[in-house]
Each structure stands twice: as C-alpha cells, then as structure tokens.
Nanobody, 121 residues
Framework: VQLVESGGGLVQAGGSLRLSCAVSGSIFSDNAMAWYRQAPGKEREMVAVINIRKGTDYAKFVKGRFTIARDNRKNMLYLQMNSLKPGDTAMYYC????????????????WGQGTQVTVSS
C-alpha cells in the first residue's frame, strides 16, 4: 500500500490548508481512512477518521475546524483545515486502516510519509 500526502505548508494563524492523500495498492473503498499528526516532542494523535459509509469522527481539538472527506472513485483522502492555530503545527500523516470502521492501535494500519503543516502566530 502506498500513501502520498500533499498540501502542507506554512500558513498564518486563522488561515486554511487542504491536505490530500493519494492511495494505491489498497481496496480503498473497503477501508476506513484517517489523518494523524505528530508535533515535535509529542505523541502521535488521531485527528479525524472516515469509515466506508463516510461517517466521520474528529478529535475534540479540531472539531468544527477540520473536515475529512474521501473520494472512492479517485482513491483520494482529504483534510480541509480552517481557522488554523499555532498548536496545529505538526507532521500530518494519511493512514489506511484495514478495517471498515475503525482506525485504532488494534487495527493494522498503513502510513504515508507525512506532510508538514506549520502555523505561525
């Protein structure tokens, strides 16, 4: 499975970015997908997950600001990030979850290389 993220960059606080992830080698429409992030010196944390029915779940710290979406025809995953804060600065990872609904540590997961998001104050 290959996952290639794009769309990261430097943005001022209050700005927006849209991350994209191209997925190959996976039965994309049969798997839940997720975005995780990791900031320097911090543990990796789940940002958002979308299941095969396009149901979504978000971490409390991004709810109302970020939107996860998937295009099963194009094998693409997206993360629209609005009202960005300096605390959102992290490496963002696209994750293919070998389960239809969940993407926890109990599920086999495939990771992309990540795309850096930096939010300046």
């Amino acid at each position: 499975v290959q996952l290639v993220e794009s769309g990261g960059g430097l943005v001022q606080a209050g700005g927006s970015l849209r991350l994209s992830c191209a997925v190959s080698g996976s039965i994309f429409s049969d798997n839940a997908m997720a975005w995780y992030r990791q900031a320097p010196g911090k543990e990796r944390e789940m940002v958002a997950v979308i299941n095969i029915r396009k149901g979504t779940d978000y971490a409390k710290f991004v709810k109302g600001r970020f939107t996860i979406a998937r295009d099963n025809r194009k094998n693409m995953l997206y993360l629209q990030m609005n009202s960005l804060k300096p605390g959102d600065t992290a490496m963002y990872y696209c994750v293919d979850c070998e389960d239809q609904y969940y993407c926890s540590e109990y599920v086999r997961r495939n990771w992309g290389q990540g795309t850096q998001v930096t939010v300046s104050s």
